[in-house]
């Protein structure tokens, strides 16, 4: 008897192993391709930013700051990328990678052009574009008003 329960629980693990790792390989497939696209995003970003700091000279170029700073990001969106991935497999969804990679491109993209319009002497006003993009999404106003008031209050 126990010479059985262990055979069922040896295959019913080698079962599960092989299944999970499908599911992986399957996974790193479209991971990989989505892990590219961020690390150039990033790293074009890491550029903007020493080429408005170099440009200004406002605040001391320090490649170490930058380069931890540019780490955290990564990080953050690496986990963004992965979870998405797996949940996008595990639920047959269609687009829920490219959704999420598409919000970290676009807030990377406006972090890009706001230190490319600073070093030129502009500021981009984020505020502004927010309300600006919510009003042709049809975003009713009070709710941007609430989230920037509750925005300002935790810093």
């Not at 329960?5 to 499908?22: E, H």
């Not at 269609?94 to 972090?111: F, H, Q």
């Not at 706001?114 to 002497?121: D, K, P, T």
């Amino acid at each position: 008897m126990k010479n059985n329960l262990q055979t069922i629980a040896v295959v019913a693990s080698s079962g599960y192993v092989s299944a999970l790792g499908a599911f992986v390989n399957e996974s790193l497939a479209e991971i990989s391709v989505w892990l590219l696209v961020m690390v150039c995003v990033i790293a074009t970003d890491l550029f903007a930013k020493w080429f408005k700091i170099l440009k200004l000279r406002d605040e001391p170029f320090r490649i170490s700051k930058g380069t931890r700073d540019t780490l955290a990001k990564m990080v953050v969106y690496f986990a963004a990328v992965v979870t998405s991935v797996f949940v996008q497999h595990a639920m047959n969804a269609d687009s829920l990678a490219r959704w999420t990679c598409g919000m970290v491109i676009g807030v990377e993209g406006i972090s890009i052009a706001g230190n490319l319009l600073r070093a030129n002497g502009y500021r981009l006003d984020t505020g502004a574009l927010i309300a600006y993009i919510a009003g042709k999404a049809h975003v009713p106003e009070d709710i941007i008003k609430e989230e920037e008031r509750h925005g300002r209050a935790e810093h």
